[in-house]
């Protein structure tokens, strides 16, 4: 059942500091311990055969320095955790890491929203097949599509209710599509929004595949486009929260209002409305 995972509503979070885990996934065990925990979860031995040789790949063509060579690190902030992964070469993004876990625990009979085509999602299909070795199928192509592509919204300003708005359309894109996620219960897909008032448009900054083991909780993801693939280990909803918002929370301040969602397959768990509020 599916309020089985979502133990608790995400609420509003003022402090900045907490604990959490993460390893680069720069060692051959680090490797071994995340492909075991997806595996539990359902995804494919083929699909996960080819995001390792991917991740291999990456840690092969870039200047690697030594951090998390030893094992699992702690930090107390994302900000020390960014200053340590901020420092890399980009080669694939969150996205394409994400959809390599997860479509073929994924189901989709027709996409529909082609008459809201987003360029840059084109392209990183276009690159995709040359990075993981494996050529897409119109349906892939499609999955990718229904999974990243974001949506108009009929809206005047930021409100209380622009996140219910938010997910009901994502909601109704999804069952026209006929998009179903994945059953296993300990596995879902995280996709960070950015709700854009004056553009009336939500769209998927940020994409993760989110385990749940024991009492852990594993986030594996490209954490931007030049950090390296990484997995973070959390004991409750409220530091992933933290951890997924903070960097979204800096790019958008400056930058007017705004509202940041966290959503965990079709239902937002967590919410914050960012800048002016008149």
Known sequence: MKKCFLLI???????????FQYHFLNTEASRKEVIQILKEAGVPDEDLKIWKTMVENYYQRIEFMNATKKGWQSSDSTDAFFKKAFNWDGLFNCRMSCFLLVHG??????????????????????SLPELSGIELTDKDKDIYRSLFYGVSLPLQKIDDLIFEKTQNFFRVWWKKEGFTFPQNENIKIVFVLIVEPQQKYASVDHAAVLLKKDQHFYLIEKPSFISPPTVSRFDSYTELGEFLYEPFEDWTEAKGEKGIAVMLNDEIVWKRIIGSQE
């Open 9 to 19: 509503v995400m609420s509003l979070i003022t402090q900045r500091g907490f604990s």
């Open 105 to 126: 625990l994924v189901g989709l009979e027709k996409f529909q929203r082609k008459n809201n085509q987003m360029q840059h999602l084109e392209k990183e299909i276009s």
